[in-house]
């Protein structure tokens, strides 16, 4: 039997070890980032399963990945750790990129950090196949509903990186947008706040806190401009 002391440097390593895996994550979601402006044409019109589709398509490609055993998958049913898989599936929930690895320190346990992705636009826009204008706000309320509300619900992991996908406008105007939606709904002590993360150059990250001492991480990829700053 393990000792206390044993058994909290036991969940330091653990921790620890998960940190690591998230910084490599992260640096290959910048990577992934950087190749998909470089080489894939996103607009407006593009939905977020198909940038997650590019995003997931790079990191998984990507040499260092490789070297590291990670992968990237795509649109996958959430089942409970220990749970036997039920005869329909159908109401699960679904996680856009799931990113699989290995803690080889540590008896090789697997480590998986998820990304859950929304489009963001700031103002109405009017895709070529339809005739009417869409809200920016529908996107701005559903990045809060089916986003931060189903991360405070627990329909995905705690693990979760919240993405914004900004294909209009830039990445202050979608976050000032979310937050107005929220301070309108007596939530203003859950307003996004950046942060700088200086390892990783061209992704913009935020963080909000809510009720219970929960903390959601954002992360924001602008694809209205081109351009990498």
């Known amino acids: 039997m393990m000792t206390m002391n044993e058994i909290r440097l036991e969940r330091k390593h653990v921790q620890n070890a998960f940190h690591s895996f998230k910084a490599h994550c992260f640096r290959l979601l910048d990577i992934a980032y950087c190749k998909v402006l470089k080489n894939e044409s996103v607009d407006y019109s593009w939905d977020e ?5 590019a995003i997931a398509k790079y990191i998984e490609d990507d040499e260092m990945a490789t070297q590291l055993h ?17 005869h329909r599936v159908d109401n699960l929930p679904r996680i856009d990129i799931i990113i699989s690895g290995f803690e080889w320190a540590h008896n090789e346990r697997r480590v998986k950090y998820y990304m859950e992705a929304k489009n963001l636009y ?9 005739t009417n204008y869409t809200s920016a706000k529908y996107y701005v309320r559903r990045y809060i509903k089916t986003g931060i509300n189903n991360l405070l619900s627990e329909h995905y992991p705690k693990d979760t990186l919240l993405l914004g996908y900004v294909l209009i406008g830039t990445i202050n ?7 107005q939606v929220l301070m309108d709904n007596l939530r203003k ?27 959601i991480e954002h992360c924001f990829l602008l694809f209205s401009d081109k351009s990498i700053h």
Do not use: M, T, W
């Open 70 to 86: 990670i992968s990237a998958n795509l649109e996958k049913r959430l089942l409970a750790e220990n749970s036997p898989v039920p």
């Open 189 to 215: 002590d859950e307003n996004i706040y950046l942060e700088n993360r200086v390892d990783f150059p061209h992704l913009v990250f935020g963080l909000s806190h809510h009720p219970k001492g929960k903390i």
């Open 173 to 179: 105007d979608a976050i000032a947008k979310v937050n």
């Open 49 to 53: 399963n198909a940038i997650s589709e």
């Open 122 to 130: 700031c103002k109405n826009f009017k895709k070529p196949q339809n």
